[in-house]
């Protein structure tokens, strides 16, 4: 494989303090550009636009979805122009190349009372009072704050100290934000902590608010991923509707569809663009049809 991919995937995680997640995304999607030159002879040094017009094409007709499509052409461009940056190449050969378009799905949600059903579900499923006491934390932490999943699961126990009303999350790119918390979180928090300080080992405290004896230390988003599946099998909903994410989407949309501004949204979320957020405005629909009925002076 090129060793331009190596030096690309460097500077994105030194200079723009790209994510793990988005850098193995990145080196998963190159090197399936790479394979597919090499397999016809050619490298990632001498491609041209055709080149990757073929492999484009190549994708489309192993069924990928055209977002799948779209990130792999993000991820090559963001190759080329880091080369012609650089000086490793004269030109940029997919400066002109357009993508697939992606349709922007509306993000799949939970209605308030399924939420509720999920944390009745965490307070009460699990055998031990340490699993249930941690999954009710987890569960209103993440409901109350929309953090994604591996914000969650790699909190530092030093953020949660001392009946906090805000916590500092660490997000994508090493960005951080601080999140309210509500009443019934701050109560779970605590009482988590309560449970947590009493069974560590003080000779090797962690310094995870949720730890593990894992590699990582904390708790895997992998496994929250199960457990919250669980829980939603556990509460009588369908596991295969209910996932962190969905969690996320649930906390944004009905935190709009009561009155909240979408800059406030935009600013919990953590999201960067304010067009990443706009994609909950479609629960603006019928409460903005109901504010023309009802308010509206020529409505009567």
């Excluded at 400066?95 to 939970?110: F, N, Q, V």
């Excluded at 399924?114 to 055998?127: G, K, P, S």
């Excluded at 902590?193 to 608010?209: F, G, I, M, V």
């Excluded at 049809?289 to 409505?299: A, C, E, G, M, Y």
Aim: net charge positive; charged share 25%; proline share 4%.
């Amino acid at each position: 494989m090129s060793d331009w991919i190596d030096l690309f995937l460097e500077a994105q995680a030194a200079e723009r303090g790209a994510a793990t997640n988005s850098l193995m995304a990145y080196r998963n999607d190159l090197h399936a550009f790479a394979a597919h030159l090499e397999a016809r002879g050619e490298s990632v040094e001498t491609a041209r636009r055709g080149d990757i017009e073929r492999f484009l094409i190549a994708c489309d007709a192993e069924g990928l979805a055209a977002s799948t499509r779209a990130r792999r052409l993000s991820a090559i461009r963001g190759l080329y122009r880091f080369a012609y940056d650089e000086g490793l190449r004269q030109d940029d050969p997919a400066i002109r190349i357009s993508g697939p378009g992606r349709r922007k799905a509306l993000p799949k949600t939970l209605s308030e009372a399924e939420v509720d059903a999920i944390l009745q579900a965490a307070r009460t499923f699990a055998q031990t009072e340490t699993d249930r006491v941690r999954d009710t934390c987890m569960m209103q932490l993440l409901y109350a704050t929309g953090m994604r999943v591996t914000e969650l699961v790699s909190l530092p126990v030093a953020a949660s100290r001392g009946d906090p009303r805000m916590l500092l999350v660490r997000g994508k790119g090493g960005k951080e934000r601080m999140v309210p918390l509500s009443g019934p979180a701050r109560a779970a928090l605590a009482a988590w902590l309560d449970l947590r300080d009493a069974q560590e080992d003080p000779k090797a405290p962690s310094r995870h608010l949720f730890p593990s004896r894992g590699k990582s230390g904390h708790l895997t988003r992998v496994w929250f991923h199960s457990r919250i599946k669980t829980l939603a099998a556990a509460a009588g909903l369908d596991p295969g509707k209910v996932s962190p994410h969905v969690l996320r989407h649930a906390f944004a949309t009905h935190l709009l569809s009561g009155g909240a501004d979408l800059r406030a949204i935009q600013v919990l979320l953590g999201h960067s663009d304010i067009s990443t957020t706009e994609i909950y405005t479609h629960v603006l629909e019928s409460r903005l049809r109901d504010l023309v009925l009802t308010q509206h002076p020529l409505t009567d």
